[in-house]
């Protein structure tokens, strides 16, 4: 990206800590498959703050008017949860791993930890309100000799899963609801996509250094706040793949660039604020082939319209790749008034509706040609609460770039979520006591910081003569410790455990099986008898698989049920000179190149049982001694 653009980006990450505990109760961190064995059904409203002033973002999500289901478990959700019971105090173990964090990011932590409350009503937690608490400030982190700030750090807990949605409720599961988080916060110092990227990822590799995360889809999320001169802070939620974020700040840098010049054209034009004039036109569709209109039609509903001033070829105009601004005006519809999108004359006649019923709803609204109109179908206070959100979009044209929370989708362009946030939307927590941080404390913690993955990297190298490539998959594993403790404690080869974890179980990954299930001491136990020659090296795969098909049985169980019991060298010998000499005419003919023809024998006989190269020496040894007897 270009420097000129005046591009400024901002990274918070959200991160799951792998505590024993909630953060405010003592109820496990995990999540569940199985059936829940409860469910509460609650109403949310907003709540004014201590300034007496109500939060934008909360009345917006008030004002959709949704009932919210909580389903749960009876042995691993409790009152707190459910907020029948005050909190707990804030869960130490998390504090410990926060400090720890904010230590490494070379942040100054705060003399005494308030928690505090973030009203949030989209149903996601059952308080209408987030836990969250300051851990530290004023940090940074180097990326090619360019200091980024790190703004703030704090601990909250995460929210409930959602598990399904329609359009007047949403089912939410307590199981993830309350688990410690830590969340970071960067300056607005980044210049680039390509820079925000590297930023999340040297973030992210200081997290893992902790040994305290949790991992998989959904225990990490990078939020992006992006602007360009001119521009305005818009943050961009949930994206979820570190490759993305350049895509995604690119696409946004389009975005605000294309609204400018919007913006731009419409002074030109002379347009006027669009006036929030609502039509019914429905008679007009009344015999129409178009398949949306005549459901809605026919279902009660109504055909509303209109009449957007000089923004005619305006919602035609692409802002993102295959996103127009008329995109925008239907993301409003949609999270507004409830509705499946609108249709606009800039892309009419299509879609069922003729060009004569374009005529006719151009002349019922006084259409002039540098004019848009907009329709929406469907119910009909849907529909007019979709349009009054139309048209107030339509108004934020004429000054740019409006600040908003987007979504980030797949392919990096985003779509409206909601207005940004004001200042009203934070409060004391006073049910929770505050937690001192004395001088002891973090010197205890500094005195026992993590190694980085960057100097893990080179010890592993050094240390353990690993490839560069396959020292850093192993560091940023989550078996890195199982790793050093099967390399350093039991003397196993450090390049056949590495390549364990992130190949064999890479491979076993794209056949479907699900490796990260397997039992830990179960894969120690496997890895360190193929070390005591128990059974070889090519069983392993097999092992592993077995075990994950059969949950609940043992490595022993394995071994038995794929008959790998350990066989006798002299054993081996004796079936390697059978051989030999029952193909004595191919060893004169071949020679050594004999050994990988006859290979194929020996090891339908002692495949999983015997090592390979175990089995290929002794062949290469008789076959050799077979040749000088003759």
Avoid at 133 to 139: M, N
Avoid at 408 to 432: C, K, L, W
Wanted: with cysteine; charged share 30%.
């Amino acid at each position: 990206m270009n420097s000129n653009t005046g591009v400024r980006v901002g990274i918070e990450i959200h991160q799951q800590l792998d505590t024993s505990d909630k953060l405010f109760c003592g109820c496990p961190t995990l999540l569940r498959d199985e059936e829940p064995h409860f469910t509460v059904v609650r109403r949310l409203k907003p709540t004014t703050s201590e300034l007496g002033e109500v939060d934008r973002a909360a009345l917006f999500e008030s004002e959709k008017g949704k009932v919210f289901h909580y389903q749960g478990y009876k042995d691993s959700t409790c009152l707190v949860e459910l907020d029948e019971e005050p909190p707990h105090e804030l869960n130490r173990e998390a504090v410990s791993v926060a400090l720890t964090v904010a230590l490494l990011l070379n942040m100054k932590p705060v003399d005494e930890i308030h928690v505090m409350r973030k009203i949030v009503i989209d149903g996601s937690n059952t308080t209408g309100f987030q836990r969250t608490a300051k851990i530290a400030l004023d940090g940074w982190l180097d990326d090619d000799g360019q200091r980024i700030s790190i703004q703030s750090l704090c601990l909250e807990e995460d929210a409930a899963r959602k598990i399904s949605e329609t359009s007047d409720r949403v089912v939410y599961r307590l199981d993830r609801l309350g688990i410690p988080l830590v969340e970071i916060s960067t300056g607005p110092d980044i210049r680039s996509g390509e820079q925000a990227r590297r930023v999340a990822l040297r973030i992210g590799r200081i997290l893992k250094a902790t040994g305290r995360i949790k991992r998989g889809l959904g225990t990490i999320r990078q939020d992006l706040n992006v602007s360009i001169e001119g521009g305005a802070r818009v943050e961009i939620k949930g994206v979820q793949e570190l490759g993305l974020i350049p895509t995604v700040v690119d696409y946004e840098v389009m975005r605000q660039k294309r609204l400018l010049e919007i913006r731009d054209e419409l002074k030109k034009r002379g347009t006027l604020q669009p006036r929030p004039e609502i039509s019914d036109i429905t008679e007009i569709f009344a015999s129409t082939e178009s398949k949306v209109i005549k459901r809605a039609i026919q279902s009660g509903g109504k055909v509303l319209a209109v009449l957007l001033s000089d923004f005619g070829g305006i919602l035609k105009e692409e802002i993102q790749p295959g996103r127009r601004f008329g995109t925008e005006l239907s993301d409003h519809a949609k999270v507004y008034g409830g509705v499946g999108g609108i249709f606009h004359t800039d892309e009419l006649p299509a879609f069922g509706i003729t060009d004569f019923e374009v005529r006719s709803v151009r002349e019922r609204l006084g259409a002039a040609d540098n004019d848009c109109i907009v329709m929406v179908a469907g119910e009909e206070q849907s529909c007019k609460s979709a349009l009054v959100a139309v048209v107030r979009r339509a108004e934020m044209a004429l000054k740019g770039v409006p600040p908003e929370v987007r979504a980030a989708n797949p392919d990096g362009t985003t779509h409206f979520m909601r207005p940004m946030p004001g200042s009203a939307r934070m409060y004391p927590e006073t049910d929770v006591p505050s937690i001192v941080v004395t001088k002891a404390t973090l010197e205890k913690i500094r005195s026992n910081l993590p190694e980085l993955l960057e100097k893990k990297i080179e010890r592993y190298t050094r240390e353990f003569s690993l490839s560069q490539d396959l020292a850093s998959l192993i560091v940023d594993s989550p078996y890195s410790a199982t790793f050093e403790d099967l390399v350093i404690n039991h003397g196993l080869t450090p390049s056949f455990v590495a390549a364990t974890f992130e190949y064999t179980f890479k491979m076993l990954r794209r056949e479907g099986v699900d490796v990260d299930l397997l039992d830990r001491n179960a894969i120690r136990e496997v890895l360190i008898r193929v070390h005591r020659g128990e059974f070889a090296k090519e069983a392993v795969p097999e092992i592993f698989r077995w075990l994950a098909l059969n949950k609940g049985k043992s490595v022993s169980d394995a071994v038995s049920a794929l008959s790998l019991s350990a066989v006798g060298i002299e054993s081996v010998r004796r079936s390697v000179s059978e051989i030999v000499e029952k193909n004595i005419e191919i060893v004169k003919r071949e020679g050594e190149r004999a050994v990988s023809r006859l290979m194929g024998d020996l090891m339908k006989l002692y495949r999983g049982k015997v090592d390979g190269k175990v089995i290929h020496d002794l062949l290469l040894e008789e076959v050799r001694k077979a040749l000088q007897d003759r």
